[in-house]
């Protein structure tokens, strides 16, 4: 029995940085989007708030602030996740989220790349160009489009990162 298609999204994803110009459907963005709010989160709280960022001025002053996406600004969409600063797991919630957001989209071929936000100097000035209230911090930026290109990145073999019952490695 081969894997499955939903097996298939997560052996093959992987960070795109390069889009072409093509705008992502709408239907595709709340298809993803509905992914990350069905995403697990601690007592259940969904801490998550979620910003779908099109316009080409505010994609490049978002990409400005940051110190490794400058590619944001060429991406047709950018997703910004954010989360409840006062909830104890939100990271590891909209962590969660982001991740559900990002195979959301490379269902429909939609590639993306995970930005940090959290703990990032630059993630008051997102959340404030954004209008989002105080009580959130950023915790992720997804930029995503098509791709221009396709480059797998190496991955460690299983074997090398497994271990059963204790650990015994050097």
């Known amino acids: 029995m081969g894997p499955n298609l939903e097996l298939i999204i ?38 998550w708030l979620f910003g779908v960022i099109s316009e080409r001025s505010t994609l490049t002053q978002i990409a400005g602030l940051t110190d490794h996406a400058k590619f944001l600004a060429d991406a047709p969409i950018c997703f910004a996740v954010f989360g409840k600063k006062d909830e104890k797991y939100y990271l590891e919630d909209c962590s969660a989220a982001t991740t ?11 590639g993306s790349c995970w930005v940090a936000g959290d703990k990032k100097e630059y993630a008051d000035a997102v959340r404030e160009i954004l209008g ?17 290109e396709i480059a797998m990145a190496g991955k460690k073999d299983l074997d090398d990162i497994v271990f059963s019952e204790k650990y015994s490695g050097s």
């Open 100 to 110: 559900q957001l990002i195979l959301g989209l490379w269902a429909y071929g939609v």
């Open 10 to 47: 997560f052996r093959t994803r992987h960070s795109v940085r390069s889009y072409r110009d093509d705008p992502v459907d709408e239907k595709i963005i709340r298809d993803a989007l509905d992914c990350a709010r069905l995403a697990p989160s601690a007592r259940n709280e969904q801490p």
């Open 132 to 148: 989002v209230p105080g009580g959130y911090t950023l915790v992720s930026l997804v930029p995503a489009g098509y791709p221009k």
